[in-house]
């Protein structure tokens, strides 16, 4: 059984960060030159102990938070152990994001298609320019662009709204935002020409990403608080 971290003492959460940024500058440093093994390692670190930092999680928000975190994992291990692995990878951040969307409408159904209309430019024109290049990935790698565009959007759409502290919403936009960076980087990397050096700022984009949507989950919704405060009380009173 996990012991829940977030009662943990902050020796603990220190050490997890310890942990995750051992793990992130040991895959930057094998990131060209040591085993898939190695590498896979080192870089499942950063978001175990993101996991375990999130342990366990608070509401309908948490919950498909670290589902998010977990998939991203998953998808992590899947990209790193081999190019054939690659359309399982991509399938699981895709679910990932699907969680990360499912969470934010937890706090906002409010659709504000004034703020959806900048990402459907950007996954429109990123599928366009694309496309050329894509061949029989061209179906799988637009499907993702849509849905991380989506994510970026209800992300944005949330800005503002009841529920959620003003800063968790904060730390989830620009979460997203990185997010949309590090994997547009990877497209290019990828599909378009090689980029040298940018898999260090792929990386340190996307960890930056995940940590800051996962500090979006820590705090509690503001709608759940009375009854984590009752319950608290409860339990001091017994």
Request: hydrophobic share 55%; glycine share 10%.
């Amino acid at each position: 059984m996990v012991p829940p971290m977030r009662s943990a003492s902050g020796s603990a959460t220190k050490f997890l960060a310890a942990v995750g940024v051992a793990g992130a500058v040991g895959y930057l440093l094998a990131l060209d030159v040591a085993r898939a093994d190695v590498r896979v390692a080192a870089k499942a670190l950063p978001m175990l102990c993101l996991l375990l930092w999130q342990w366990p999680p608070l509401g309908r928000y948490g919950r498909w938070i670290f589902a998010g975190l977990a998939l991203s994992l998953l998808g992590d291990v899947l990209l790193d152990v081999g190019p054939g692995l690659f359309l399982p990878g991509l399938g699981a951040f895709l679910l990932a994001h699907v969680s990360y969307v499912a969470a934010y409408v937890t706090v906002s159904r409010q659709p504000r298609w004034g703020r959806a209309l900048p990402f459907v430019f950007l996954a429109v024109g990123a599928s366009a320019f694309l496309w050329p290049h894509l061949g029989e990935m061209a179906l799988p790698v637009t499907a993702y662009v849509a849905v991380i565009c989506a994510m970026t959007w209800r992300a944005w759409a949330m800005l503002g709204s009841p529920g959620l502290s003003r800063r968790a919403q904060g730390f989830a936009l620009a979460g997203a935002l990185l997010f949309a960076v590090s994997d547009g980087l990877l497209a290019l990397k990828l599909f378009v020409r090689p980029l040298p050096g940018s898999g260090y700022a792929i990386m340190l984009c996307y960890w930056a990403a995940q940590w800051c949507i996962a500090v979006s989950a820590r705090e509690p919704r503001q709608s759940d608080a009375p009854r984590t405060l009752q319950a608290e009380g409860v339990g001091s009173s017994a």
